[in-house]
């Protein structure tokens, strides 16, 4: 028998931040000019991490950028940010599991790569690179 007509739709699943927007990866690498604003934001879903980000430069110096504890949101500057290829290493250390994480990285202000995880490991880590252009 179909359902009547005047059925009303069915209420949507409210997701976690961490399930929204789609993932983001052109082959790990971003391409930014040397004035572009980069932003990094994680966002830890179902527990709480110690959020680790470090940028290492073309010449091999890294940048402790971020370390906080407890958070479920995390949002930094990207800089120093010098000409060539740097990397933007970051690392999750997890309260408990099972959880999900979501790391954004925006350059002036629009989305740029995206990732998704969940698990139940303690520690997810990703890195990506950023070459700077003059």
């Avoid at 009303?8 to 990866?25: F, H, L, N, R, Y």
């Avoid at 110690?50 to 949002?75: C, F, R, Y």
């Avoid at 690392?91 to 995880?117: E, L, M």
Wanted: aromatic fraction near 6%.
């Amino acid at each position: 028998m179909a359902a009547p007509a005047h059925a009303s739709p069915q209420p949507k699943v409210a997701t976690s931040i961490c399930e929204q927007g789609d993932p983001k990866d052109d082959h790990g690498a971003v391409t930014v000019r040397a004035a572009d604003n980069v932003e990094f934001e994680a966002f830890i879903c179902s527990t709480a991490a110690l959020v680790n980000v470090i940028l290492t430069d073309p010449d091999g110096n890294q940048h402790k950028l971020l370390t906080q504890a407890g958070v479920s949101h995390a949002k930094v500057t990207v800089a120093p940010l010098m000409p060539g290829p740097n990397i933007l290493l970051w690392s999750y250390t997890f309260a408990s599991d099972p959880w999900q994480d979501r790391t954004d990285v925006n350059v002036n202000g629009v989305n740029q790569f995206r990732s998704k995880n969940a698990g139940s490991k303690p520690v997810d880590r990703d890195f990506i690179h950023i070459v700077v252009t003059p």
